[in-house]
């Protein structure tokens, strides 16, 4: 522990957008535990999936999990995997009835759902777009076209790499549809409580804050359940993987206990008297509002997202003279801020600041931008 501990205060900060990084106590804890998980004489990649050493394991990261966001009993929780990308298939194989679903595009995530949803619905009807902005906006619900009868209106409600994030789900009853809300809440999961009220399924890969690349979240509300596609494989109907707890297909066993491990963290966290995910999200306002404040005051710098939809997760930003790109990269590493570079379709930086990023991690980023701007003023 005492090993772990100094490598864990020069650590390097990972601004990665997934697989991203995760919090040092749960990788300190996963270490201790990996040869022989609490005196079972196994680590947990060796047990079965049906042993009760791995079923406490499950059973306890579920029930953690629906604590912390708070979800309502009606729902289903499923450990699934393939990731947000396979969700694209998965979601219009259970839930379109081969009917018209509706979609809200705005960015690169819920371009590539809508593309896929085209296989399995008979018509995909975009309600809004913020294309036309170059995805720096989040349309307003007022403006939407919502279909008389969709059987769901999907929308990525945090776009990882434009950088664009819905701070209110939309009601749509009150835009008249009577759809269910299909979320992909992939990189902001647990970073702010859900409104339940208005969903009827979520999905994310746990990859981004979370836990570790392998594991799909899927919540789904129980009457969504058994309307799957003849064609849809049936480790993928959702009422099998259901009715059978997420052991009809083995699960990830590994992904699952890491991000059980997670929740256990995200629940010991405490702000301002608050904890779990209500503490968490005032840290994350706390740090994107440093990080944008930098950005906004800076000369250097630029982030192009209208300020009343900017992601609080993932940050991206463009240096006025992109001439300097390299050597900017080139300094951050060198001080131990990693994975900055932003994605190649859209270029520039980004900074993805999901739970385990502590406000010491964004504020020495904040610190090398003005100290890189200074230098090249």
């Not at 809004?128 to 720096?136: I, L, W, Y």
Request: proline share 5%.
């Amino acid at each position: 522990p005492d090993a772990f501990l100094a490598l864990n205060m020069t650590r390097p900060y990972n601004f990665s957008a997934g697989p991203a990084a995760i919090p040092s106590e749960v990788l300190e804890q996963a270490a201790a535990e990996m040869l022989d998980w609490h005196d079972s004489g196994m680590g947990v990649m060796e047990m079965s999936h049906r042993g009760k050493e791995f079923l406490s394991i499950y059973e306890t990261a579920e029930a953690d999990l629906r604590e912390l966001l708070a979800v309502p009993p009606h729902f289903k929780i499923l450990f699934m995997q393939g990731g947000g990308l396979a969700e694209n298939a998965i979601v219009p194989l259970n839930l379109s009835r081969a009917g018209v679903v509706d979609f809200v595009v705005t960015g690169s995530w819920s371009q590539k759902s809508q593309k896929e949803a085209r296989k399995y619905a008979s018509e995909v009807n975009i309600v809004a777009t913020g294309e036309d902005t170059g995805f720096t906006t989040v349309p307003d619900p007022a403006s939407w076209t919502v279909s008389r009868g969709a059987s769901y209106l999907h929308l990525c409600s945090n776009e990882t790499i434009h950088g664009t994030e819905f701070h209110q789900l939309p009601d749509l009853k009150a835009l008249g549809s009577d759809a269910p809300l299909v979320i992909d809440f992939s990189s902001h999961v647990a970073s702010r409580p859900v409104d339940w009220s208005r969903v009827g399924l979520a999905f994310g890969g746990a990859q981004k804050n979370l836990g570790p690349a392998g594991l799909t979240l899927v919540i789904v509300r129980e009457d969504l359940l058994g309307h799957a596609l003849p064609a849809c494989p049936s480790a993928f109907d959702y009422k099998i993987v259901a009715d059978n707890q997420s052991m009809y297909n083995t699960p990830p066993t590994w992904g699952i206990y890491i991000a059980g491990l997670t929740f256990q963290w995200l629940k010991r966290q405490t702000e301002g008297g608050l904890t779990g995910v209500a503490a968490m999200e005032q840290r994350n306002i706390a740090k994107a509002t440093l990080l944008y404040n930098a950005i906004d005051q800076s000369q250097l710098y630029v982030n192009k997202v209208a300020a009343n939809c900017r992601s609080r997760m993932n940050i991206p930003f463009f240096l006025r003279d992109e001439s300097r790109n390299d050597a900017f990269l080139a300094g951050a590493k060198e001080r131990g801020l990693l994975q900055l570079k932003g994605h190649k379709s859209v270029g520039g930086m980004r900074a993805s600041i999901y739970n385990a990023m502590p406000l010491a991690g964004v504020q020495a980023l904040v610190d090398y931008m003005r100290e890189f701007e200074q230098k090249h003023a």
